[in-house]
């Protein structure tokens, strides 16, 4: 099998630096790995779609879920938000930690 030119494998090696830079760059820039963000991120969008349509429901019938999707937006604010802030600060204060 012939080898590729040089600037077709420069090319392909750009290609994935990027795709790599692209699944890596937003989780590291909140204090994840690709890992963790999938996993709180899908929790995350689970909970919206339980709360959607529990919210859903309760347009229909209003007296049932009637503080579901209120309480879900401030469970959920409180995580990503309130939790990210304490877990920055706290990396930003351990000096012993070396990024």
């Given amino acids: 099998m012939p080898s590729q030119p040089r600037s077709a494998r420069l090319r392909l090696g750009w290609v994935v630096v990027n795709v790599i830079r692209a699944f890596c760059e937003h989780p590291a820039s909140v204090g994840e790995s690709y890992g963790q963000h999938l996993l709180r991120a899908s929790g995350f969008g689970v909970r919206m779609l339980i709360a ?44 012993r930690l070396t990024l």
């Fill in 52 to 95: 959607g349509t529990a919210c859903l429901v309760h347009g229909i019938f209003p007296f049932l879920f009637e503080r579901t999707g209120s309480r879900t937006i401030t469970e959920l604010n409180d995580r990503m938000v309130v939790d990210r802030r304490v877990a920055r600060t706290a990396i930003a204060s351990d000096e």
